[in-house]
């Protein structure tokens, strides 16, 4: 979401005759955009700024912005104690930038949250050629206990198809291989009478050859429609992100989350139903208020019964205007680290089981970026979204090519161009 944001923001300033330069030695304006969904984030964010206050000495006119989640949830307390920051903007005051930049008194601060506020007329700056970020709507309604983001990005509310579908088209005609729908609770899209499902067919039907991903989905609006567009459209990613967060009924009581372990494990059973090979990758919490070494055992059960081919794996910190933040944080760090390590090598079991299933076979895999660890070899993902390495051929980025997987290790798979 952050990369979409920044991506809009881009847009805006290229719109206004800004242009982009490689290094902040060479930048009139350098925005830091942020996240606070977890502790260490917002930390970085703040610091990342602060790199570049001695760039003023060399260039007075140097305007250094926060903006995003963390400008959101501190507000006017940034600007207390950062006294270099020009500008402090909210994520539904992007629009504003150019005026900012031009007419108004520094240091600036917009953090007013918005009702309506989709972008729904603007075009994002795209930093990459092969994926393309779409944002298909914007805050959430969920209020789990443990989660920020409907304090610093609002209520839901969701873009008009009209305009999702001419950025699909738009997206098409700009060469790009791969779409991912975000929305900080994807599935729970409406716009009039259209929901997700609808939306994600007219996607499909839209986007002709392109992939189409979408994150994040909430399982309580996870339904048999929008099972059915996916197994009957081939473009649509055999892959579904279920944030699970805890495998304790009670713990799951405790963060709001509105399902039981038992409605998350016959989802899970209706999902391998209708897309046998599906992907399920998870978020996970341990040491939620409350949760006691029988309720963390709870999550290791659903992780054996799931067996998820994934998985974000966090200890729990309380985040401010939270309800979890009023609840007694009882559970001790030494043991939320011990829990954590836990699912962490449960989870690598079963990442390893779910790879060395798919050795030996043909994929079809999406060339999108270099290896990591060998810039000379070229990585991409299946349509299930596991990593493959190619350790033999060399195709362009952004192409389809057909590879036979010959090794699993940790969570990418290598294999060979045919």
Not at 394 to 401: A, C, I, Q, T
Request: hydrophobic share 40%.
């Amino acid at each position: 979401m952050n990369v979409a944001d920044s991506e809009l923001v881009a847009g805006i300033l290229e719109e206004q005759s800004y242009r982009t330069v490689g290094n902040p030695e060479d930048a009139d304006l350098i925005l830091v955009n942020t996240c606070s969904v977890r502790e260490n984030a917002d930390k970085r964010a703040i610091a990342r700024l602060r790199q570049f206050k001695h760039l003023k000495k060399q260039n007075p006119n140097l305007l250094l912005g926060l903006m995003g989640c963390v400008a959101q949830r501190d507000r006017g307390r940034i600007l207390e104690e950062n006294s270099f920051i020009d500008i402090v903007l909210g994520p539904d005051t992007y629009r504003r930038f150019p005026e900012i930049i031009e007419k108004m008194e520094l240091p600036f601060i917009d953090v007013q949250l918005s009702r309506h506020e989709v972008y729904d007329d603007l075009l994002p700056k795209r930093q990459e050629s092969v994926n393309a970020w779409i944002s298909i709507m914007r805050g959430c309604d969920k209020f789990c206990a443990f989660c920020i983001v409907p304090f610093t990005r609002g209520r839901e509310r969701s873009r008009s198809v009209g305009s999702i579908l001419r950025e699909v088209k738009d997206t098409v005609a700009g060469g790009f291989k791969e779409i991912t729908l975000l929305g900080q609770n994807v599935n729970s899209y409406r716009f009039e009478d259209i929901r997700f499902p609808e939306l994600l067919e007219g996607v499909a039907a839209a986007a002709g050859n392109l992939r189409i991903r979408f994150t994040s989905p909430h399982p309580r609006d996870v339904d048999d429609k929008m099972l059915a567009v996916m197994q009957k459209y081939d473009n649509i990613c055999s892959h579904i992100h279920l944030p699970l967060q805890a495998g304790s009924t009670k713990v799951l009581k405790a963060m709001n989350r509105n399902y039981t372990q038992k409605d998350y494990l016959e989802l899970v059973e209706k999902i391998r139903y209708y897309l046998p090979d599906v992907a399920l990758t998870t978020d996970l919490i341990v040491g939620f208020p409350g949760e006691t070494a029988t309720d963390f055992a709870e999550t290791l059960f659903v992780m054996d019964r799931v067996m998820f081919d994934n998985a974000f794996m966090f200890k729990y910190s309380p985040r401010p205007m939270t309800q979890a933040a009023k609840m007694s944080d009882d559970v001790s760090e030494v043991e939320k680290s011990d829990r954590l390590l836990q699912v962490i090598e449960k989870q690598k079991m079963h990442t390893d089981f779910r790879n060395r299933a798919v050795v030996g076979t043909l994929q079809e895999v999406l060339i999108d970026d270099y290896s990591k660890k060998n810039p000379v070899e070229k990585r991409g993902r299946t349509l299930s979204n596991k990593i493959v390495i190619l350790k033999r051929g060399n195709p362009e980025l952004g192409s389809l090519v057909q590879v036979k997987v010959s090794e699993a290790a940790g969570v990418s798979l290598f294999g060979e161009l045919q």
